[in-house]
């Protein structure tokens, strides 16, 4: 069974930091892009980080500086490591393999 599994989420004070990992299983990741998406509540769901076979990063605007992911191939996993969170980061944080496969995604919550 080919799946992404999130972990890592939580509850976080502004300021704070948390790490974000995505273990995939069932197939080996390493010629795939992935990439890490969030939805707010009552907003659409947004690319946050996505990197490329060849290890190419791009982010939203609204994490760059702050959002670093990185991808463990022999590990076939992606990590988002989210420093300086901010409130407005509360959402629920999606893997996805490209194209199309997704995790079940994890909350992730800043308190002010």
């Known amino acids: 069974q080919v799946q992404l599994v999130e972990s890592g989420g939580g509850l976080v004070q502004a300021g704070g930091s948390l790490r974000l990992s995505c273990a995939a299983s069932?197939?080996?990741?390493?010629?795939?892009?992935m990439g890490w998406y969030r939805r707010a509540p009552g907003k659409e769901r947004e690319l946050v980080a996505a990197i490329t076979a060849g290890g190419s990063t791009n982010y939203a605007d609204s994490v760059k500086g702050r959002f670093t992911i990185s991808r463990d191939n022999a590990k076939n996993t992606v990590y988002l490591q989210m420093n300086n969170l901010k409130p407005e980061d509360t959402a629920v944080y999606y893997c996805?393999?490209?194209?199309?496969?997704w995790g079940q995604g994890i909350q992730v919550t800043v308190s002010s």
């Open positions: 996805n393999a490209w194209p199309s496969l």
């Open positions: 069932g197939r080996t990741f390493s010629s795939y892009g």
